[in-house]
Every structure is written in C-alpha cells, then in structure tokens.
C-alpha cells in the first residue's frame, strides 16, 4: 500500500504503522507459540530474557497495532469534517507525533510483562505471577485491549458516517469556481474513499473479534475462582485456543482485506509478484546454460557465475 499514491496521506500512514506492528507480531509471538504447539518447545521455557522479551514485545505491538486503527478512524473523521480547524489536525505532522507517543505509551504499558513474567523450574514453563494475572485480566485486555478501541471505533466511524451523509455532490448548473473546486478536489476524494473502504472492513472485523476475545476474557476472571470438574476444565482450555487463534488472525487478515478492496493494491502485489517471478526465470536460465550457481545483482538485474 505505501507504494501507491497513498503513502502521503494521513490514514495510510497509520495503517501502514499498524501493519508493520502486525508483521513484527506474526514474527515475535505467534510464530514461536506456533512452534510450541508443535514441537513443545520454543526457547521460552529455559532463557529468561527470551521469556520476558516475547510477551513484552507481543503486548507493545498488539497496543500499537489497536491504537494505530483507532488514529486511523479519527483521521477519517477529521477529514470527513465540514470544519476547517477539524480538518487541519489531519497531518503527517500529527501523524508523526501521534504514533511517537502511541508507541512510548505502549513501550510503558507492557513494562509489567519484563517484571513478572518469569520461568517455572518445575514445570519448565514461561509463565505470569499473580500480580500481572490481575494486571491483564482488570485493565490490560478489558480496558486498553478492548473497551478503549470499541468507544473510539463506534464512536468515530458514527461521527464519520454523519458527515459524510452531509457532503452532497455537485450538479450542473452550480457556480464554476465550485466546479472547479470541486475538479481539483475529485482525486483527493477518491483517494479517501478508497482508503475508506479498506478501513471499514478492518474496523468490523476488529470489532467483533475484540467482542469475542473480551467476552471469554470476562467469563475466565469471573469464574476464576470457581471449582470446576476436569471435562469442564478441558472444554475451556479448547475454547480459550480457539478463540486465540481466531483474535491473532487479525495480523493477517488486513492483507486478504486490503487486496479485496483496493484494486491500487491489487496491481502493486501483482506487480511484484511478476518481478521475483521474472528474476528467478533468468537466474534459472542461466544455471541451465553455464552449468555454474548464479547471482542476481538486484541494482543491476544481470546474472553473473557465483565466482565473479
């Protein structure tokens, strides 16, 4: 998306930022539990450092990724608004400084997960005391996780669909400097709408899974203390993998949402895709004339033997 036409806007810039968190999130969290599942190890259960490092780093770009989404629907917003001084905080300026401060808060945010999260030598595991199990169940995931992203989202995208409601298009016969106001205007609104229509998926999305994820959250804290039987237990556990599996899907799930909406996008994945596909057709036709292993010089695009 940043290759298009709309990397100087305000709102790609934030979606941008919330892809990148999302990517650094796939990496750091989600691959090494996946290869814990699989293979029951993943480095946390025996250093320390990696233990604190992997869920201090997995809250801090889940917060940003949230919260950038949340920048995004204000942005909308505020350029939606009728208001000039509204639609003067629409700027990479604010941008800029909007997402410096988002990412030190949430760097602050997760500093519980270096203080408590620590290895059991007894069951070798990686995991969280009491005081951050209160920390995450009572303010972590109800409020900044959940309550804070649902207000901002429901009500910024309200807000943005009435003022959109109250833009009404030009006819013939109006005054010609609107006109040509208007003319001018055409590209910058087409740019907005496209980008409103990648947004609005994601935020719908986003909003049901946080539902989803908040309402198992509430049903754990309240039932915590409960005795409950084994089968119980089980179904539980089932349903808490599940439901995690499904929230953590939103990292990927911007892509397939943006590649559906966007046909810039679409032509830009396109494009690259036939690029790697037409380097690795040259670097193949090489190896078969020469008989010798091959490099690509990227800056050049010529294919030389490995020895040169």
């Not at 490092?53 to 350029?79: E, P, V």
């Not at 300026?93 to 999260?117: E, G, H, N, Q, R």
């Not at 920390?135 to 409020?143: D, H, R, T």
């Not at 084994?230 to 949402?257: G, K, P």
């Amino acid at each position: 998306m940043f290759l298009t036409k709309l990397k100087n806007n305000v709102c790609s810039f934030y979606l941008l930022t919330a892809e990148i968190t999302d990517t650094l999130t796939l990496l750091i969290y989600v691959l090494p539990a996946t290869v814990g599942l699989i293979y029951g190890k993943n480095g946390t259960q025996t250093n320390l450092v990696w233990c604190k490092l992997i869920n201090w780093a997995s809250d801090t770009t889940n917060l940003i990724s949230t919260l950038m989404l949340c920048l995004a629907s204000i942005d909308r917003y505020l350029c939606s608004s009728r208001r000039i001084q509204l639609r003067k905080w629409s700027s990479m300026k604010v941008a800029k400084i909007s997402v410096v401060i988002v990412t030190f808060c949430s760097f602050l945010l997760a500093i519980p997960d270096i203080l408590y999260w620590n290895i059991d030598t007894n069951i070798q595991q990686c995991i969280d005391n009491e005081i951050y199990l209160q920390y995450a169940s009572y303010f972590l995931i109800p409020v900044m996780f959940s309550f804070v992203p649902l207000i901002i989202l429901s009500v910024f995208g309200y807000k943005t669909y009435r003022n959109l409601q109250h833009i009404h298009p030009i006819h013939q016969g109006d005054d010609v400097a609107i006109v040509s106001n208007h003319q001018q205007t055409h590209r910058r609104h087409r740019l907005d709408s496209q980008l409103s229509r990648m947004l609005i998926p994601q935020i719908l999305l986003f909003l049901f899974q946080t539902i989803t994820f908040f309402s198992v959250n509430l049903y754990i804290t309240v039932t915590y203390e409960l005795s409950k039987s084994d089968l119980r237990m089980a179904m539980e556990n089932l349903s808490q993998s599940i439901i995690f599996v499904f929230y953590e899907t939103y990292t990927a799930a911007s892509f397939y949402i943006y590649y559906a909406h966007s046909k810039a996008f679409r032509i830009n994945v396109k494009k690259l895709l036939m690029k790697h596909h037409r380097r690795d057709d040259n670097t193949t036709a090489v190896t078969r004339n020469t008989g010798a292993p091959v490099r690509y010089h990227s800056g050049t695009g010529i294919t030389m033997p490995a020895g040169h």
